[in-house]
């Protein structure tokens, strides 16, 4: 098996169950690679190294897999936010065979948004899924992977979209090479229903920097988060929902800056909606990193004590 970590990770929603643990199939969101998946769960199924029957698959039932998995990191919201328990859990594939592993190509390519096997050529049609109905003739801005592991800007015309039973769309696409970028991104299309939105402004007392990013990550908001306490300030960078970069506080590291702002009790915050293009430097899902450094705070205090 491939190092999981040279494996490219997408943001999706897909159809994931343990098998016997949970008693239902239901819809998910997480991190997906050829090699493993870190995802967020109601509850607990095991500790790490625990090897898990798992049933994994496309929302459009096109792709469904059940093979096995094992454990590797198990994350908790014990502490984080109130109300829904959170475990977040990252799972390695084991995968026996090349068929097997076919499939679970075949599923990761699916899963993910906006994206062609190869390098789009002048005049090449695709359809794509796509969060929301586009006009036919609408013009858009698509990031394609090359052969060569690259990614070109492609622009793309709406042909016509046509809505699927998960309530997104399945849009076909005019695609031409280009420089320019369209006035929207198909990966992040909902950017243009959030900017119909007033800005979200508010106090940290009363409503908690960690809410405030899990309703930006339920609501994939994209625009900068001004976060202001007794003169320091932190500025939050949010692309779909997802963390891509912090900054404030002197830190030039952007986990170390939201961990210094995560506890903040205090304060005001103001959420911009606007357009982030700056390249994502956290690499991880808004619920997975937050988990992550309630867990480390939570081990200092022990620490101390």
Avoid at 102 to 129: I, K, M, N
Avoid at 267 to 275: M, P, S, V
Wanted: aromatic share 4%; glycine share 8%; charged share 30%.
């Amino acid at each position: 098996m491939q190092d999981r970590r040279s494996q490219e990770r997408i943001r999706a929603s897909f159809v994931f169950r343990v098998v016997p643990d949970e008693a239902r199939v239901r819809v998910r969101s997480g991190d997906v690679s050829r090699t493993g998946l870190f995802v967020e769960l109601d509850q607990d199924v095991g500790a790490p190294g625990d090897l898990k029957r798992i049933r994994l698959g496309s929302r459009d039932a096109l792709h469904v897999l059940e093979l096995d998995a094992r454990i590797i990191r198990v994350v908790r919201s014990d502490d984080l936010l109130e109300g829904r328990r959170v475990v977040g859990v990252a799972f390695e594939l084991v995968v026996p065979d090349e068929s097997l592993q076919a499939r679970v190509d075949a599923l990761v390519d699916h899963l993910a948004p906006a994206t062609v096997a190869s390098e789009a050529p002048a005049g090449l049609r695709v359809r794509l899924e796509t969060p929301w109905q586009l006009r036919a003739g609408e013009r858009v801005s698509v990031e394609v992977p090359t052969a060569e592991g690259g990614r070109v800007r492609v622009e793309a015309r709406a042909l016509d979209s046509r809505p699927r039973k998960n309530g997104s769309y399945a849009t076909r696409f005019d695609l031409e090479r280009c420089e320019e970028h369209g006035d929207r991104d198909v990966t992040g299309i909902r950017l243009a229903l959030a900017h119909r939105r007033p800005d979200l402004v508010g106090e940290l007392s009363s409503l908690s920097l960690p809410t405030v990013l899990a309703l930006a990550s339920m609501e994939q908001l994209t625009g900068v988060l001004l976060l202001v306490d007794d003169g320091e300030e932190a500025r939050v960078f949010l692309r779909r929902g997802q963390i891509v970069d912090v900054e404030g506080l002197g830190e030039t590291s952007p986990r170390h800056a939201l961990g210094g702002v995560l506890g903040w009790t205090r304060g005001t915050f103001a959420l911009e909606l606007r357009d982030v293009t700056r390249p994502d430097r956290l690499h991880t899902s808004t619920t997975a990193l937050l988990l992550d450094l309630v867990r480390e705070q939570d081990e200092r205090r022990r620490e101390v004590a």
